[in-house]
């Protein structure tokens, strides 16, 4: 029993230690506990938790007095020390009181509410734009202006697998961290246009005080100005999905030198990486390009083995669409399929489409045979 002796106090210990590491604010996300709205790093937060501390308060004053009254009034007039009732109909003073005063505090509330309603909704004399559009399930970015004009990208959960199915400890950002953030400079009014490319998500940053909903569809507009350098988190807030929980959103705000490196440096990475869709490329080079977009974009539903997850994310091993003839894989590419949780991902370059379609039909037990065991860029360009 003596070599058992440590182990109670060294199991109190990891525990504790467990307890503790789950109870640390998360740098730009959410905090431990928290039961209130941030203030923020906007001036828009800033009003909104404004707004809610002065709206609590007033509720707590009226609860205070109307019930304070109420409670006094049966104490002190009770019958068992021979209270009578009065007898009056009406006073037109109390009648008076009771219209006027609700009003003024409804005007005293609304006042400063619309003011606030009507600077969230105001996105002109914007320093720069960013489009925003909601995927199944993931954020795509896209610059419309400025030094980062034309950058676009999928921003994509990046905690690990095996975090989320509990084989590895959770990390200091479970499920509120991304591969590619949003970057923006600090002090710059920023208009994010939102839409979604397949059903309703949303938008939402605590921090800068943005909730916008994504609709297919549709274009609808928000605004921030951040006013510190850092990094914040938020998450989509429509339920839009199984993985509706693996959306997270992540904005990085840099200085205004560092966020012009940072577009210079995007761009000559675009300019790098510009490809000529009319050029034929060989086999190995396609497969290879095509594992790495596979991992990037398909491999968390179809599984780096293809096998897929059923029933919502079918096996592309021995699958019709990928052995069969190349226009309707394409066209799945490029439109998604309406109903299921397959995305449209016309976003990515026909290149990249070209080589994830044939590295799938070159890959596992498909091995190369099918209809069009080879897609090339030009075929994916002619189809668009």
């Known amino acids: 029993m003596m070599k058992f002796k440590g182990l109670l106090p060294a199991c109190a210990l990891l525990v504790s230690g467990l307890a503790n590491a789950q109870r640390v604010d998360m740098p730009g996300g959410p905090a431990v506990n928290q039961l209130n709205l941030t203030t923020g790093v906007t001036q828009i937060a800033s009003d909104i938790a404004w707004l809610h501390w002065m709206m609590l ?107 989320i199915e509990n084989r590895e400890p959770k990390g200091e950002f479970y499920l509120m961290e991304v591969d590619n953030p949003l970057v923006v400079p600090v002090g710059q009014k920023v208009r994010v246009v939102v839409t979604a490319a397949d059903v309703i998500h949303s938008w939402m940053v605590p921090d800068f005080g943005v909730k916008q909903d994504a609709i297919p569809g549709f274009l609808r507009d928000t605004w921030f100005r951040a006013e510190q350098v850092g990094t914040y988190r938020g998450q989509c807030a429509e339920l839009c999905g199984k993985d509706h929980a693996f959306m997270p959103i992540v904005v990085e705000v840099l200085s205004q030198d560092d966020y012009f490196a940072w577009a210079q440096q995007q761009q000559a990475a675009l300019v790098a990486t510009a490809e000529d869709p009319t050029v034929a490329w060989d086999v190995d080079e396609l497969v290879a390009r095509g594992q790495s977009v596979y991992n990037s974009q398909c491999i ?14 079918p096996a592309l091993v021995d699958s019709p669409i990928v052995m069969g003839p ?33 590295y799938t039909r070159q890959s596992w037990a498909n091995a190369g045979g099918g209809t ?4 090339q860029p030009i075929d994916v360009r002619q189809a668009r």
Not at 326 to 346: D, P, V, W
Not at 372 to 375: F, L, M, Q, R, S
């Open 326 to 358: 190349m226009a309707e894989n394409i066209e799945i590419m490029l439109n998604g399929r309406a109903g299921t949780a397959m995305q449209s991902y016309a976003n990515l370059s026909d290149v990249e489409i070209a080589s994830v379609i044939t």
């Open 57 to 163: 308060i007033i509720c707590l004053v009226i609860f205070v007095g109307v019930f304070g009254v109420m409670f006094y009034s049966i104490w002190a007039h009770r019958k068992s020390k021979g209270a009578k009732p009065a007898t009056f109909h009406e006073n037109v003073k109390v009648e008076i009181a009771w219209t006027v005063i609700p009003f003024l505090i409804v005007i005293g509330m609304a006042l400063p509410a619309t003011r606030t309603v009507v600077a969230m909704k105001d996105t002109s004399g914007a320093d720069m734009t960013v489009k925003v559009t909601g995927y199944q399930w993931k954020w795509g970015y896209e610059y419309i202006d400025g030094p980062a004009q034309g950058i676009n990208f999928l921003s994509t959960l990046s905690t690990p697998r095996a975090q």
């Open 300 to 313: 968390a539903c179809h599984q780096a083995t293809g096998q897929g997850l059923a029933p919502a994310f």
């Open 372 to 375: 069009d065991p080879v897609v």
